[in-house]
């Protein structure tokens, strides 16, 4: 298991985002979170990466040694110590650092050099865009590119899971293929994902499983391909459910 999330609930002052939200992501596994604007899936990122306060539920990532970590009350940093990475929608890249310094500082949280200096060569292979503007400022990069910078920094930490937010959003249809052709190699590599995604047929193109949040639970989830044929997404998501 890489994450598991039960009963999780979290509120905006006295407005409820959601109240209960269960969800698992195994071992290298793609997990599509789907839902329309408004749904929640962005709350539900941030929750899971400790950058939102959580109002109740329970949060475990596995582990290597093979016992659950508890994260329910983690902070943000130890959550990324135990691995789970989160890429937040809009990118949030630091535009006046250069795209190598970006890089460096996704790897904070690694304890060697020599291990940050082998995924970086990793992450330069997987988009060599990067190397070539190396010393640029990421806020001259096309969006593609300040994407595939935001998921190249999380993969500097070697996160066993990353949580992937909206990374189609405004960016064009070749550097999304780009995009969630990496996201496939990365999993075949060995991390899980949660990825986040209002193009539904895109995400479920890519997800092995797939959840729908909707009214404030999950309504829906299986193997993509089962969810892909049926209609009950088409069903909740059209505001007949
Ligand atoms: P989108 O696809 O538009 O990003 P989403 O499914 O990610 O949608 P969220 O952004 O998580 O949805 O929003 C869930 C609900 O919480 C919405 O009703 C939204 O208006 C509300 N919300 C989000 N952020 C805040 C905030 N900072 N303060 C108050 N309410 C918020």
Redesign the pocket.
């Known amino acids: 298991m890489a994450l598991q999330v039960e009963g999780l609930a979290v509120r ?2 006295l ?1 409820e ?1 959601f109240r209960d939200v269960s969800l698992r992501v195994d071992d290298a596994q793609i997990v599509a979170l789907l ?10 990122v941030r929750a899971l990466s400790g950058t939102l306060a959580r109002h109740g539920g329970r949060v475990v990532a596995g582990s290597a040694r093979g016992a659950g970590l508890d994260l329910t009350r983690a902070r943000a940093d130890a959550i990324v110590r135990a691995g789970v990475v989160q890429v937040p ?1 809009g990118r949030r890249i630091f535009g006046q650092l250069s795209v190598d310094e970006n890089l460096a500082a996704g790897a904070l949280a690694l304890r060697s050099r020599a291990e940050a200096r082998r995924i970086k060569a990793w992450v330069l292979d997987l988009f060599p865009v990067l190397a070539a503007k190396a010393g640029h400022p990421a806020a001259l990069l096309s969006g593609g590119e300040q994407q595939m910078l935001a998921i190249g920094r999380a993969l500097m930490s070697g996160p066993r899971t990353l949580l992937l937010d ?1 990374p189609s959003l405004g960016i064009a249809p070749l550097a999304t293929r780009t995009i969630m052709d990496t996201v496939r190699e990365v999993n075949r590599a060995g991390a899980s994902v949660l990825l ?1 995604e ?1 193009n539904t047929r895109l995400a479920l193109s890519v997800a092995h499983h797939a959840c729908l ?1 909707h009214g404030g639970t999950i309504r829906a989830e299986g193997p993509a391909a089962d969810l892909a044929a049926s209609d009950v997404i088409l069903e909740l998501t059209l505001g007949r459910g």
């Open positions: 905006y002052g407005a985002a839902g329309n604007n408004g749904a929640g899936k962005t709350t539900l929608e909206e986040v209002q949040l």
